[in-house]
């Protein structure tokens, strides 16, 4: 399917609604942390609608709906080393995920595990680089690994929902 003749109002509405849902997922996975031991592990859940803005919309206005999430939860719920960590694994996550899914047409679950891997690689790299220790590298196992695993769950979340919901944008 193909987001070319959505009329304008339909893409305004797509987007506004996804930005919505997508504070209320990141507020609900900043009051529920999971941990492993003193390692904070967040599964991701508005990647589920960055991936389908992706499929649905296009690069640019899905980039503007995740920059809007990024500065109202900064604003909301955060303070500056944790924006910042948050906007590096973002912008590592997004061209990954924007490359492997619109240049080699790689299927949703494939760009969610990208994007989770790479979003892990993009918070550690900004860790690294506020604290000024290459020791949080050490971690990059582990986090591919959680990446490979939560990127297979949202890419089912989100395939299993593109599939359902194609039908009603595309009507």
Do not use: C, W
């Amino acid at each position: 399917m193909s987001n070319k003749n959505l009329p304008k109002i339909k893409v305004f509405s797509i987007s506004i609604i996804a930005l919505s849902i997508m504070l209320i997922l990141s507020y609900i996975e900043s009051i529920l942390p999971i941990s492993i031991g003193n390692i904070g592990i967040r599964i991701g859940l508005s990647n589920i609608l960055t991936i389908l803005g992706l499929k649905i919309l296009n690069i640019k206005t899905t980039l503007l709906i995740n920059i809007l999430r990024l500065a109202i939860i900064g604003i909301l719920f955060g303070n500056l080393a944790r924006f910042l960590i948050s906007v590096i694994g973002f912008s590592f996550s997004f061209i990954v995920m924007a490359f492997v899914m619109k240049s080699l047409n790689f299927t949703i679950i494939t760009t969610s595990i990208f994007g989770a891997v790479f979003h892990n690689l993009g918070q550690l790299s900004a860790v690294s680089i506020l604290t000024k220790s290459p020791l949080v590298f050490s971690l990059i196992p582990f986090y591919i690994i959680v990446g490979v695993i939560t990127g297979i769950m949202i890419g089912i979340i989100t395939n299993l929902l593109y599939n359902k919901i194609q039908l009603i944008i595309f009507d």
